[in-house]
Nanobody, 122 residues
Framework: VQLQASGGGLVQAGDSLTLSCTAS????????LGWFRQAPGKGQEFVAT????????VYADSVKGRFIISKDNAKSTVYLQMNRLKPEDTAHYYC????????????????WGQGTQGTQVT
């Protein structure tokens, strides 16, 4: 599975931003997707995940109620809608894919995108 992420940029606290990640090389409808992020000087952390059937989204506590993960099978794309952004959301964001069931664990994902341009929240 190849993943191509896009989005990110410089925004102000309270703003919204949507990241996209398009997959190829596999039947997208069978993929569970995850978003992770890495802030400057820190390790990767889980953000959100979604099962292949778009059920049971799971969010990190730090983004729960502000971020929404969704997938469009027709476009082979997963989105991360980020609302009410905070400075602590500043990071590079990565999408990842595995089959069927989402996971919050980095090592459960065999396929990774290259990371979006940095999202900086001032």
């Amino acid at each position: 599975v190849q993943l191509q992420a896009s989005g990110g940029g410089l925004v102000q606290a309270g703003d919204s931003l949507t990241l996209s990640c398009t997959a190829s090389g596999a039947a997208f409808s069978g993929l569970a997707l995850g978003w992770f992020r890495q802030a400057p000087g820190k390790g990767q952390e889980f953000v959100a995940t979604l099962n292949a059937n778009s059920g049971s989204p799971v969010y990190a506590d730090s983004v729960k109620g502000r971020f929404i993960i969704s997938k469009d099978n027709a476009k082979s794309t997963v989105y991360l809608q980020m609302n009410r952004l905070k400075p602590e959301d500043t990071a590079h964001y990565y999408c990842a894919a595995r089959y069927f069931v989402g996971s919050s664990h980095i090592y459960d994902y065999p396929s990774w995108g290259q990371g979006t341009q940095g999202t900086q929240v001032t």
